[in-house]
């Protein structure tokens, strides 16, 4: 049988020093110096990271059907669009959030979401910038609690801590004891937000086949299993970098398919998902980062 290839698992680069370091200069310097350093740097990440490289390469050229040099080009974008969002998330943990720009032209969709005395769901995915959004706005109404790989850098996971806490932001780490599913049922029966990406599967073996970018992907149905387990509305959440200091979040309801069964609720709610996922990935390509073979 053929060795499947490890998944990519989303973990910051770089040692503590080097992260304090970055966050050092960002202070100091317009995180567009960084972006233009970048540029060059991303190439190096290409030759060493060849799996995540190969994965980006064929999503692009097998998926979108680019001719290959369109295709290399349109993964080196990618990586560098990676590293640009990187970077912005150190700069404000160097305290410059007010260089960046928020749209959110569906901002009705989330006010209702507050007012409803209901939990609520935002399904994420690796596309874009969602945790900048996260630092940038601010909300006391509910407590928006984060799902997120519990394997994460110390000194990232201390940065999005202190930024998070401030507006009204808890994470909860994936966690092999399973403690975060006794969290997320907690948070759902005061009526808080749970907001979680719904394009990776950490591992969890329910999942749901959909078709997905001229192909069958399996999609974990957690978080619409816990949509129709305590009756909580859920908008897909994406949040795009539109331009060099300037993001835009889409929000889309994910409606609860009528006169079914609990499984088939689920199962037509992830594909829902699903189709709005791929609506956004198709606009904005070069915005997926999920570096390793996802159509396995």
Known sequence: MEKREKAWEGVTGGHTLG????????????????????????????????????????????????PPLKSFLKTYR???LFGQMLLDRFAVYAGRRDVFKVENPDNALFLQMLDDPRGCI?????????????????????RINGLIF??????????????????????????????????????????????LPCD?????????????????????VGAFAL??????????????????????????????PPGRSKREQINGMTCCFVRELERIVRRYPEQWFNFYPFWD
């Open 19 to 66: 992260q304090k370091a970055l966050k050092a200069m960002l202070a100091r310097v317009d995180v567009r110096v960084g972006y233009a350093l970048l540029a060059s740097v991303v190439p190096f990440y290409m030759l060493f990271g060849r799996k995540g490289y190969l994965a980006i390469y064929r999503y692009f050229r097998n998926r979108h059907g680019y």
């Open 78 to 80: 990618n990586h560098y």
């Open 122 to 142: 935002l399904a994420g995915a690796h596309t874009g910038n969602p945790e900048l959004c996260g630092y940038l706005l601010k909300q006391q109404q509910k």
């Open 150 to 195: 519990g394997g994460e850098a110390k000194e990232v996971q201390k940065n999005r801590t202190e930024t998070l806490g401030n507006n009204n932001v808890r994470l909860i780490p994936v966690g092999e004891d399973l403690s975060h599913v006794f969290l997320i049922g907690d948070a759902l029966a005061k009526g808080e937000i749970i907001s």
């Open 200 to 220: 990776r599967r950490f591992g969890s073996t329910k999942s749901v086949e959909c078709d997905f970018l001229n192909g069958k992907a399996g999609f974990p």
């Open 227 to 256: 949509a129709v387990q305590f009756g909580a509305p859920v908008l897909a959440f994406f949040a795009l970098k539109i331009s060099t200091l300037c993001y835009r979040i889409h929000l889309i309801p994910i409606p609860v």
